[in-house]
């Protein structure tokens, strides 16, 4: 029997370009910095490249190559020009993250019908329309890895966040729909579920002393995590390690989700 060994650069991402959607700041900052550090050139990603400047000159004092890239995640046309123009250029992307995500927390029957819109729209429809723009090169070249920002609300449901916990668990089965319809061309589509992570949108819950205080003892870490302990699974994701893996979310929730 052939005894196969784990190859010293798995996990090497020299020679991959990476697009994180959302990449400004807070979880998505965090993902292009753990995917640079291996060794993948970074595109960062926001409506407004203005804004990405910060973002730009934390990574290149990193080492790490990077370019930015704007659209509107949600307008399929600008989606659809901007990959055209990555194309164009000579670039391609081999790891597509999608990150961009927002929470509006409203009880369900408070919610406006405009407000609903937007949340869903935002962390699913936005997925299915970047990764729509970007998957028809990498089933040309039978190689790329999409990584879906999920989150622990994929898996459960708490008082006001019906929006983002029907998104989330939407974005859970988008991931399981591309599998099935993409794996056959060597695409790997897998999801990361955070837990609850310090980052500007989860700000005001990190300092409330009642929240964190809920928080510490429903989740068996007992603390908030913080954003680069996602890396690894994202490397990891993005890796020839990963081969295999296809139509999965990993949770990194400190065993949030492992715990009654």
Not at 33 to 42: F, M, Q, V
Not at 237 to 259: E, M, P, R, W
Request: aromatic share 6%; with cysteine.
């Amino acid at each position: 029997m052939q005894h196969e060994t784990i190859k010293s650069g798995f996990f090497d991402l020299q020679g991959r370009t990476a697009l994180i959607t959302g990449s400004r700041r807070g979880i998505g900052l965090a993902l292009a910095k753990a995917l640079g550090d291996a060794g993948a050139a970074i595109i960062l990603h926001d409506r407004n490249v203005a804004r990405l400047e910060e973002a730009v000159l934390e990574l290149r004092a990193r080492g790490v190559t990077v370019d930015t890239i704007g659209f509107d995640a949600l307008d399929g046309a600008a989606i659809d020009a901007a990959a055209a123009r990555l194309a164009a250029s000579g670039r391609q992307v081999d790891i597509l993250v999608n990150n961009v995500g927002i929470n509006v927390r409203r009880k369900l029957e408070e919610f406006t019908l405009p407000e609903w819109q937007l949340v869903l729209d935002t962390n699913l429809t936005s997925a299915f329309l970047v990764s729509k723009a970007f998957v028809p090169a990498m089933i040309e070249r039978r190689a790329g890895k999409i990584i879906n920002i999920c989150s622990l609300m994929s898996e459960l449901g708490r008082g006001t966040t019906g929006a983002y916990t029907a998104s989330k668990g939407g974005l859970k089965m988008l991931t399981r729909a591309m599998c099935v319809e993409w794996a056959s061309r060597n695409i790997q589509v897998n999801g990361i579920g955070p837990g609850y992570f310090r980052t500007e949108m989860t700000q005001a819950l990190a300092d409330d002393p009642d929240f964190s205080g809920w928080l510490a003892r429903r989740t068996p870490a007992a603390r908030w995590g913080e954003v680069h302990e996602l890396g690894g699974a994202a490397v990891f994701l993005a890796s020839g390690a990963a081969d295999f893996v296809n139509g999965q979310v990993i949770y990194v929730d400190g065993g949030f989700t492992a715990s009654m």
